[in-house]
Nanobody, 115 residues
Framework: QVQLVESGGGLVQAGGSLRLSCAASGTTFNINGVSWYRQVQGNQREWIAARVSGGASNYADSVKGRFAISADYAQNIRYLQMNSLKPEDTGVYYC?????????WGQGTQVTVSS
């Protein structure tokens, strides 16, 4: 089993930055990739970024140039660095790890960007 714990959300003013963390534990060998999603209340979960293990990162147009995926492999933590935040970035952010072909989700962390 794989457990993911997210942290790093909060309230920030427009133009500010946050770094979300997704800490993995359990049987985490053979991680295929990580994705980040955002969900606004009442809407479907929206894909915003992904990185295949050993490959390049891809970003939704809405966050390209502002968000970046990184990782501390020694600590088994994935990050989403979010810069130049906008009010429309507000939502609950989820990380998803693909481990040996299965999806594992974090619990979500709230990001609120005030104007």
């Amino acid at each position: 089993q794989v457990q993911l714990v997210e942290s790093g959300g909060g309230l920030v003013q427009a133009g500010g930055s946050l770094r979300l963390s997704c800490a993995a534990s359990g049987t985490t060998f053979n991680i295929n990739g990580v994705s980040w999603y955002r969900q606004v209340q009442g809407n479907q979960r929206e894909w915003i970024a992904a990185r295949v293990s050993g490959g390049a990162s891809n970003y939704a147009d809405s966050v390209k140039g502002r968000f970046a995926i990184s990782a501390d492999y020694a600590q088994n933590i994935r990050y989403l660095q979010m810069n130049s935040l906008k009010p429309e970035d507000t939502g609950v952010y989820y990380c998803k790890l693909i481990v040996r072909g299965r999806d594992y989700w974090g619990q979500g962390t709230q990001v609120t960007v005030s104007s």
